[in-house]
């Protein structure tokens, strides 16, 4: 607490006793004060459970920025301070904090004078259910508003819902259509949609794939001719060319994005679309903004490029006005004035470019565009029109469609028409594909989501409405079957948690629900009855709704719809309870699990193997398929990787080599002393051998764990670092991952990270010059994931956990060179890597990297040598 607020025990000798400060801070605010602050019903409780009065007007600039500046990356008081300009002061210093806090507040009504007066009035009277204070903010900034510079009221009133017009041209229409309408691709199975035609004057011929990198060595900044690069894109090309499969092998440095987007920009020119998936946005982000313009600033095209994603993602228009028209929370007033300030300038309506705090994340499904409801032709009579329709429009002209796995496998599973149809398909971080098919093609049936799929249905604004008038006993059948759903709730997730193991500490709420478990335990049946009830009890809740429906005039379409489709997620959970309660398929993996976070209980089922379900989605769908990440060969073969995607019989396998010298640049440091991952004494030996290392490197080391439990023990065990300058940061208990790398890169630190830290973090130079794993990363062998697919296997441990481990291993390896100039070492804490007779597949996956294996004592010299860091005490 000392090192957070600068507060020393001295600084407290003589300070008054608290009550009589109290007194001093009541008689200082009076009787109408308000109470500014950041988070300020944090301190509020405090003082109030101090002795201050309770009824002091608030005024929170966390909330209100998240209003005012919906799309800032980050909410918190230095942030958004470094954002606006301010300069800053002490953090966790109260007074600094409440000047910057201040200043803050200042920013924010200078932000909000901006913004048109319809949008100000409108924030004004909705504000009322977030209190008087902000009542008042927004009626200062709109007398503010008024002065020559402001337009008239109704010069800007389209504005209000209309947004910042068209994605490409910003005027609102439609976006320049590049070719003619085609009919379909050779594959067939997708609805017509245009395609780009090749632009006046372009070859028709193939162009030499080589002659554009040559074109990219001398007008792209900063570009450097990698061989890899080359035979990757001259693969792409004669795939794109001939036809067929190929699954690719690029390592961390090589450039795969440039290797398949000048391909694909190639192939634009000639009149063929190639849609682009990744797994993470910041990929999809980088391609978009980044790669694609520099791209063909380069090599002097201009092919349309459009980024698409799911329809939960886009605002609806429609839908919104009428959540606008009937938020009545706090949550749902926030929500419908964040999003009323951010249709002033977006203009894709994706919900990626806002900043959703606390609920809001919960009510965006009430807001989006979804399957029944939405439909662009009415969306068209909302000021500023659907998101959606724009870009899917958007797509259907453009030559380059960059999407994301799960809109790529939907769009195949439900045989839907989102996505444009198009000739080449190629996969990025493809590594990913297996789990998110199983997510796709899977079924889950989640308490929270049931209850709050009835709340919508129960609350939908026909239901509401028909209460009112003469048509009550339909509103009230409605309300008696979503009731007599939510008792069967009650009664099937008792009995589902019934099921469920006493859990053993820092274990996992799971459990794998088989045939032999659902023939043999006495627990299983009830829980059988149960479901039929609740299926039967959603059943009558759609039904009540359509027979409401079936009587809305039409004046209430809106309303008809927002409940129609509210019975159709309701209707969704009865599939969910058939494929996992009563009528599993022959190879589903059917699991019960808790969630960490919210204590809900989950019923999920996925597929056993998804390799026929991707090679329906992907092979059948395009002319060619590209597969390709840094992490899919174990010990240089791609033939596990092949089998889990389904196309070993056809794929083209290529495994290029590393643009880096590891052999120079990296060190495989395994102590060869400490004690096993099982054994009692391994996290203190593990906690004190990071330290060592830490200490050497002045922080800059990146520790992974398999496991949250080990971590926790790990980073408090690691606490005494902090008294030496070296930060201690571990994923979920300092903050957000976002805000722990960010004080990584600012230095002298340890980082702690589990699953999303292996892969996706990029520390290059000195950020990072050592990465600890702490064990060899194999899968909880009854996971009911793990376990159901590994009975596809005459060995599951040899030929699934143990090429399954080695991928992941490998990623872990990859976070520490980044460029060729990197240096560094890794240091793995598991000697069964060098003991045990699967060994050599684990050392065969990585790089051809010197290997060293020494007494822990000397581990820590070693890793210094490695960084360039002086040379190593010898043993």
Known sequence: MARLTGIRPEDLAGAPALPDAMRGLSDFLGDDATLLGHNVGFDAAFLERAGLRSDLARLDTAELASIVLPTASSYALQRLATDEAILPEAAHRALHDALTCASVLNALARRARALPPLVLEECRQQASLLGPAYVAFFE???????????????????????????????????????????????????????????PAGASAGRAPIMDAFEALATSLPGYEDRPEQRELADAIERTFEEGGVLVAEAGTGIGK??????????????????????????????????DLPALQAALGTEVPVAILKGRSHYLCPRRWQAFRATAATREEVRLALKTLVWRQTTATGDRAELNLMGGEAALWPRISSDDESCDGRRCGRVAGGC?????????????????????????????????PQAEHAVVDEAHHIEDV?????????????????????????????????????????VRAEVERARSAVDETFALLVAVLPTRAPGGEDKLRITSAFRASDDRWLPVELAGERLADALAGTVAACDRLGAQASPDEEDMRDELASAALEVAGNRTAIARGIHDPRAGDIVWLAVDAVSGSVGLYVAPGHVGSLVRRALVERYD????????????????????????????????????????????????????YPHDPSFSTEAAGLVADISRALGGRTLVLFT?????????ALLEPLETEGIAVLAQGLGGSRRAIVERFRQGSAVLLGTQSFWEGVDLPGELLSCVVIAKLPFAVPDDPLVAGRSERYEDPFREFQVPQAALRLRQGFGRLIRTKTDRGAVVLLDRRVLEREYGPTFIASLPDVRLRRAPAQYVAGLVAEAAGRGSADRA
């Open 140 to 198: 200062r900034a709109l007398l503010g508003s008024w002065d020559a510079a402001a337009q008239p009221v109704g010069a800007r009133s389209a504005d209000v819902a209309g947004g910042a017009g068209d994605l490409a041209s910003g005027s609102g229409g439609a976006p320049p259509a590049l070719g003619m309408p085609r009919t379909g691709n050779r594959r067939g199975g997708q609805t017509a949609s245009e395609t780009p035609s090749p």
């Open 437 to 477: 098919a199983a997510d796709v093609f899977g079924f889950r049936l989640e308490e929270h989501r049931v209850r709050r799929d009835l709340d919508r249905a129960a609350r939908s604004p026909l239901v509401v409405e028909a209460l009112r008038g003469e048509r009550a006993e339909l509103g009230e059948a």
């Open 624 to 675: 060619s398929v590209v597969m390709t990440s840094a992490t899919l060969a174990v010990a240089g073969s791609l033939d596990f990787t092949l089998e889990r995607f389904g196309v070993a019989d056809i794929a083209a396998p290529l495994v290029l080599g590393s643009p880096f010298d590891h052999a120079r640049q990296s060190t495989l440091i395994v102590p060869s002393d400490l004690a």
């Open 387 to 419: 998101y959606l329709e724009r870009a899917r429009e958007a797509a259907s002209r453009a030559g380059v469609v960059v999407v994301n796995h799960a809109l790529l496998l939907y769009d195949a599973r439900m045989r839907s028409s989102l996505l």
């Open 257 to 290: 994005s440039l290797a398949y987007l000048v391909p694909a920009l190639g192939r634009a020119t000639k009149g063929e679309r190639t849609i682009v998936s990744t797994y993470t946005v910041p990929l999809q982000e980088q391609l978009v903004r980044k």
């Open 707 to 715: 496991s949250h439990a080990s971590l926790r023990e790990v980073a």
